[in-house]
């Protein structure tokens, strides 16, 4: 069971948005701006779409947006296109024993 | 442009050790803590831990300690990760990872496949 509770799958169809949560406690997310979210290609390295809540690297579309409230992160995708379809995973920082947790990811269809 | 470079994939038999690098060019290697992170076939990331490779200080994830080791040699800008005592739920692609601030991981290797089988 991981840290941060995500859906297992989301789906939505090309240019609409979706929303994909993640959820966890006061010792992670809910007490520190360090989520991060990862977008996973099948037989790739994840790639880090989201850092510090709502930052975006350079490179990464504007389309891709983070925020948090409490104990929830989400990250958002609009005008969704076929190769956002990935697995997505969020990450805190945590002040329990394993400094670093991850949800479980979701996997994103687009239809 | 900043690159990890894995060592490549590892069949090990239970009990055994397996010890990964990662040789890291484009940006100066002792200014970027390195994680390790790993992924079982089908399942999502787990956070092994991370190294200074300024100090070679580290924090690991509870759930290894006592069977993980991260270590540096700045000379050659390489990190590696050893995980002993291997069992065969720790068959995975392992991947290191370099920060960005302080914890989102901005660049990754390309992931080494370790394979525990008797």
């Known amino acids: 069971q991981s840290a941060l509770t995500q859906p297992a799958s989301v789906s939505g169809s090309p240019g609409q948005s979706i929303t994909i949560s993640c959820t966890g406690t006061s010792s992670d997310v809910g007490g520190y701006n360090y989520v991060s979210w990862y977008q996973q290609h099948p037989g790739k390295a994840p790639k880090l779409m989201i850092y510090?809540?709502?930052n975006r690297p350079s490179g990464v579309p504007d389309r891709f947006s983070g925020s948090k409230s409490g104990n929830t992160a989400s990250l958002t995708i609009s005008g969704l296109q076929a190769e956002d379809e990935a697995d997505y995973y969020c990450?805190?920082?945590?002040?329990?024993?394993?400094?670093?947790?991850f949800g479980g990811g979701t996997k994103l269809t687009v239809l | 442009q900043v690159q990890l470079v894995q060592s490549g994939a590892e069949v090990k038999k239970p009990g055994a050790s397996v010890k990964v690098s990662c040789k890291a060019s484009g940006y100066t290697f002792t200014g970027y803590y390195m994680h390790w992170v790993r992924q079982a076939p089908g399942q999502g990331l787990e956070w092994m831990g991370r190294?200074?490779?300024?100090?070679?200080?580290?924090n690991y994830a509870q759930k290894f300690q006592g069977r993980v080791t991260m270590t540096r040699d700045t000379s050659i800008s390489t990190a590696y990760m050893e995980l002993s005592r291997l069992r065969s739920d720790d068959t995975a692609v392992y991947y290191c990872?370099?920060?960005?601030?302080?914890?989102?991981?901005?660049?990754w290797g390309q992931g080494t496949l370790v394979t525990v089988s008797s």
């Open positions: 990450s805190s920082y945590t002040s329990s024993s394993t400094d670093v947790v």
């Open positions: 510090e809540v709502s």
């Open positions: 990872a370099r920060v960005r601030g302080s914890w989102s991981l901005s660049y």
């Open positions: 190294i200074n490779p300024n100090s070679g200080g580290t």
